[in-house]
Protein backbone atom coordinates (compact mmCIF):
# COMPACT_ATOMS: atom_id res chain seq x y z
CA UNK A 1 0.00 0.00 0.00
CA UNK A 2 2.86 2.64 0.55
CA UNK A 3 4.04 1.91 -3.08
CA UNK A 4 0.93 3.45 -4.32
CA UNK A 5 1.58 6.72 -1.75
CA UNK A 6 3.16 9.62 -3.34
CA UNK A 7 5.46 12.25 -1.54
CA UNK A 8 6.00 15.49 -1.88
CA UNK A 9 8.60 17.70 -0.34
CA UNK A 10 8.15 20.97 0.35
CA UNK A 11 9.85 23.41 -1.94
CA UNK A 12 13.01 25.50 -0.35
CA UNK A 13 11.89 29.05 -0.57
CA UNK A 14 15.04 31.21 -1.20
CA UNK A 15 15.14 33.56 1.84
CA UNK A 16 14.48 37.18 0.84
CA UNK A 17 16.68 39.74 0.36
CA UNK A 18 17.05 42.46 2.76
CA UNK A 19 16.00 45.79 1.84
CA UNK A 20 18.80 48.61 1.51
CA UNK A 21 19.18 49.94 5.12
CA UNK A 22 17.23 53.21 5.64
CA UNK A 23 19.32 56.75 6.25
CA UNK A 24 18.65 57.10 9.74
CA UNK A 25 16.77 60.44 9.90
CA UNK A 26 18.00 63.32 11.54
CA UNK A 27 16.28 64.77 14.85
CA UNK A 28 14.13 67.76 14.84
CA UNK A 29 16.77 69.59 16.69
CA UNK A 30 19.59 69.09 14.47
CA UNK A 31 19.05 72.10 12.11
CA UNK A 32 18.33 74.65 15.29
CA UNK A 33 22.20 73.52 16.72
CA UNK A 34 23.76 74.00 13.27
CA UNK A 35 22.04 77.05 12.87
CA UNK A 36 23.04 78.19 16.50
CA UNK A 37 26.95 77.23 15.88
CA UNK A 38 27.04 79.15 12.10
CA UNK A 39 25.65 82.08 13.70
CA UNK A 40 28.61 81.65 16.75
CA UNK A 41 31.30 81.09 14.27
CA UNK A 42 30.06 84.35 12.54
CA UNK A 43 30.40 86.31 15.67
CA UNK A 44 33.30 84.75 16.54
CA UNK A 45 34.90 85.64 12.58
CA UNK A 46 33.68 89.10 13.51
CA UNK A 47 34.91 89.38 16.97
CA UNK A 48 38.13 88.54 15.72
CA UNK A 49 38.42 90.85 13.08
CA UNK A 50 38.53 88.43 10.21
CA UNK A 51 35.18 90.40 8.43
CA UNK A 52 37.54 93.76 8.15
CA UNK A 53 36.68 97.00 9.94
Avoid at 20 to 28: A, I
Amino acid sequence: MSDNVVKFRRIEKKPEPKPPGKKPELPGWVPFVVLVVVAVAIYGARQAGFFGG
